[in-house]
């Protein structure tokens, strides 16, 4: 049995879940609606107010969208009811970024500002030049943001210039061996 799979996820109050045909998820909440599409080998039941998962048979492919399935349906209630978050950290001198309108301006040592405007769902806050926060309520959509903020200007192991998570380390590496450190 799937240690994930097995433990059911209770549903909060103000969350509303229908499981529709070909098990069709919809988590509505005070932040969002959310709606999946899981494999229809999974057996999904929502009663008294928990949801639990169940698998058909002790098949490989069974065993492993067990966890997924339990997994993908606690996030969305996660999402509706609290929210997720990645913090995004920029080091540089002269890299920082700011809102304009709906738009995220970043200037990262190229000889333009990097534009990026956040998908449907997502939003994005500068509280300082050098931080960024990307929040909403679909775990996946935000996480992909972040990568996608990041990947403009990525951490360099040097002197560590560009844009980091907050919580990540950055390995360092040694200048070239004899010259001036300054």
Do not use: C
């Amino acid at each position: 049995m799937s240690r994930i799979g097995k433990l059911p996820i209770t549903i909060p109050a103000g969350v509303d879940v229908k499981i529709g045909a070909e098990n069709e998820v919809t988590v509505k909440g005070a932040k969002a609606t959310l709606t999946r599409k899981l494999h229809p080998n999974m057996i999904i039941k929502a009663e008294g107010g928990v949801i639990t998962v169940e698998r058909p048979n002790e098949e490989k492919m069974n065993k492993a969208l067990h966890g997924l399935t339990r997994t993908l349906i606690n996030n969305m209630v996660v999402g509706v009811t609290e929210g997720f978050k990645k913090e995004l950290e920029i080091n540089g001198v002269g890299y920082r970024a700011q809102m304009q309108g709906k738009t995220l301006v970043l200037s990262l040592g190229y000889s333009h500002p990097v534009e990026y405007v956040a998908p449907e769902g997502i939003t994005v806050e500068v509280p300082a030049p050098n931080k960024i926060i990307v929040s909403g309520a679909n775990k996946e959509v935000v996480g992909e943001t972040a990568a996608k903020i990041r990947e403009y200007r990525m951490p360099e192991p040097y002197k560590g210039k560009g844009i980091k998570y907050v919580d990540e380390v950055i390995r360092r590496k040694e200048g070239k061996a004899g010259a001036k450190k300054k």
